[in-house]
């Protein structure tokens, strides 16, 4: 019964190098969605994914960071030339693909990625 | 912009206490999510509430959404040191799918 699996758990980076954060989503949920957690800050939406499709990057920053839900393999969020300033947890959620239904509302969290730039 | 405000946002009580966090917005929301998260991992969902004026339980947690669906509580009877972790309430509004987080209430429940 495998959740929400995100790797790595933990990546460090120095300056300018990329990370990639990988996201499996539950069994039988299409919908993928990125938060980030910055230090003392709460969760802040990125990005909203389904298969192939970007739906809503309105909290994804503009430069750098791009995420990608291809038909095969898992989620990945990329972020390219990192800075000091991205270092967080980053976290993936999955919800199920019926809507109008209660259980479409509900995403389930992974353990999260957590970025340190160095 | 819609924004959650939670509160308190630290509590540190005795076991066997009883207590209440609140989650309040000036916004509307189609549902609010309760989560809690322990450090170095991810929340972990604890509820939904959908309808106005609606009570939910969970063992000793009693949940409740507002009737204009602005504000939600969460109460726990008889703490345990089992219950210290961050909880956070979210929530969802319209059509979008991206959650709205609050900033977390800190619970410590001390032996």
């Known amino acids: 019964n495998a959740g929400v699996m995100q790797n790595p758990r933990h990546l460090v980076r120095r300056r300018g190098q990329e990370a990639r954060l990988r996201c499996s989503p539950m069994?039988?949920?299409?919908?993928v969605y990125w938060y980030r957690q910055l230090p003392e800050e709460g969760l802040k939406f990125m990005v909203y994914?389904?298969?192939?499709?970007?739906?809503?990057e309105s909290g994804m920053p503009k430069e750098r960071f791009s995420a990608e839900f291809p038909k095969e393999g898992p989620s990945i969020l990329r972020i390219q030339q990192v800075v000091r300033g991205d270092s967080a947890a980053y976290f993936c959620?999955?919800?199920?693909?019926?809507?109008?239904?209660?259980?479409?509302?509900?995403?389930?969290f992974g353990p999260g990625t957590r970025l340190t730039v160095t | 912009t819609q924004l959650l405000e939670q509160s308190p946002q630290f509590l540190s009580i005795q076991e066997g206490e009883n207590l209440t966090v609140y989650c309040n917005s000036s916004s509307v929301f189609s549902s609010l999510q309760w989560y809690r998260q322990e450090p170095g991992e991810g929340p972990v969902l604890l509820v939904t509430v959908v309808t106005g004026g609606e009570v939910k339980k969970l063992k000793r947690l009693t949940f409740q959404f507002g009737d204009a669906r602005k504000d939600s509580s969460l109460h726990i009877t008889a703490a345990q040191p089992g219950d210290t972790g961050l909880y956070l309430c979210?929530?969802?509004?319209?059509?979008?799918?991206?959650?709205?987080f609050g900033s977390g209430t800190q619970l410590t429940v001390l032996p």
């Open positions: 979210a929530g969802l509004s319209g059509s979008a799918r991206q959650l709205t």
């Open positions: 994914l389904q298969k192939e499709n970007i739906i809503d």
């Open positions: 069994k039988g949920h299409s919908h």
């Open positions: 959620a999955s919800s199920p693909q019926t809507s109008g239904r209660r259980l479409s509302y509900e995403q389930y």
